[in-house]
């Protein structure tokens, strides 16, 4: 399964961006897609998920009620809607899906990343 991430680019801090993410093919069935981000001289962190199988949505603590994951299942898509986006969001966001868990050593598949640039 390849991801395709897009969306990314060089905004001001309080504007919005929407990333898309979607997979090239049904090979395996992804319960969970989701992003995570890796800011210059960090660690990658999670930073939210849809879980198909109960509809549910998860975020880390720093982006939520800033950022919103949607997506269609059936079409294996995944959107990161940005707002309010602040200097220490910038980072490369990838995609992620995972039949299981969305948890950084068990992701199934990856997307290439995007570049996301917020100055202040």
């Known amino acids: 399964v390849q991801l395709q991430a897009s969306g990314g680019g060089f905004v001001q801090a309080g504007d919005s961006l929407r990333l898309s993410c979607a997979a090239s093919e049904h090979t395996f069935s992804a319960n969970h897609m989701g992003w995570f981000r890796q800011a210059p001289g960090r660690e990658r962190e999670f930073v939210g998920e849809?879980?198909?199988?109960?509809?549910?949505?998860s975020y880390a603590d720093s982006v939520k009620g800033r950022f919103t994951i949607s997506g269609n299942n059936a079409k294996n898509t995944v959107f990161l809607q940005m707002n309010a986006l602040k200097p220490e969001d910038t980072a490369v966001y990838y995609c992620?899906?995972?039949?299981?868990?969305?948890?950084?050593?068990?992701?199934?598949?990856w997307g290439k990343g995007t570049q996301v640039t917020v100055s202040s």
């Open positions: 849809i879980n198909w199988s109960v509809n549910f949505t």
């Open positions: 992620a899906a995972s039949r299981y868990v969305l948890i950084d050593p068990l992701v199934d598949a």
